[in-house]
């Protein structure tokens, strides 16, 4: 069997970003719109008023200062509050494949790699442009790929989810080379309107390349030393969009069809499932926790990566050991883990041992051990 190692990554930002008090100050203005149309059913007590959401709130609760998103205007427009994306004919690229192939070339250029090395692409992520065809094939064509692309949706935990299959194909020599693109537009699917929710999430892609390590050209080669992935049933994140909503009777309500997620709870039940995987990922491989040089964890809540980190090594981490961007990005799903590894692992010395863990809704939770060469 080959040693796999990832030996490029990429990363597409959108140019417009929204800061919290931008934020708020839509909701806010929606909240006061809100509770005046509703004033007699709210002192009637038939409705309930809407609180207003604050900065304070937002950056104590998750540590999240801003987003970016791929339509600023429409999301902070009080009337719409969504992005507003152009439609797109069936000639043309989607959103998302776009997204995913500027982040894939520059996960290509930074192997030393082209098209013609890849064989195999996974686009792994929350969200696709549409049931059929797959958006990792519309990826392979406008990249030119020969070879094959299936799609994987494990929601957040996405990017570990296809290396692991990336890392399993290159061992097994199913392909040369593997692409995992993890394009996400959340902000398509977040309800705006909700306090609980609105300030989460923000729009991004993101690229890997996996290949067999023996034949790599980058100078930046990290060996795969093992992934380990798990998943447990949860409705604590949902989603109810899907295929047959326009079939269901009754009809369900527009915010049905967003993400929802009792936050609280999420918190509470994912972070002993992600540090007890951890533990026994890393203990499985004979490797202390403490000499992990860094984690790039999943980024959602500030608050809830301390804790994993505590817990896996039983002390406080560094700002260096476990490197945040969710201050800046919010929640991008799938890519969060691999924007924080694209942007801080420059510093990695060779023998560096580090740790890509990502989870979200399912719940699922994978984790892939690497060592820098
Ligand atoms: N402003 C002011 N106050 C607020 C606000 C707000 N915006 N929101 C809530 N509050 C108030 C509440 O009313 C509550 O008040 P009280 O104490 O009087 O009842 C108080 O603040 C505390 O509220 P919470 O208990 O909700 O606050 P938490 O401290 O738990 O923080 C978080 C909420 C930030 C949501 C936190 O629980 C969290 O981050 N949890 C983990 C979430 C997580 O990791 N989720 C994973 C989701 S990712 C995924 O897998 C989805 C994939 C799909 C992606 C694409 C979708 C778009």
Redesign the pocket.
Known sequence: MKTAAITGTGLFTPQQSISNDELVACFNRYVERFNADNATAIAAGEMTAM????SE??VK??GIKARYVVDKAGVLDVDIMRPRIPMRGNDELSLLAEMGVAAANQALASAGRTAADVDFVIAAC??MPRGYPALSVEIQNALGIQGFAYDMNV??ASAAFGIQAAVNAVRLGTARAVLVINP?V?SG??NWRN???????GDAATAVLVEPLDSAVSDDRFEVLGTRLATQFSNN?R?NFGFLNECEVPQRRWDDVL?R?E??K??KE?VPMVSELLIAHLGALAIEPNSVRRFFLHQ??LG?NEFIARKVLGRDPSAEEAPVILDEYA?T?SAGSVIAFHKYHDDLRSGDVAVLCAF??GYSAGSVVMRRI
């Open positions: 609180a207003p959401s604050s709130f937002i609760a998750s929350s969200n929601a957040c996400e959340c699917h977040l306090r609980d929710c609105h300030f989460i999430f994140i989603n993400f997620q936050g609280r999420v918190f994912v959602a809540n809830m929640n799903s979200g809704a």
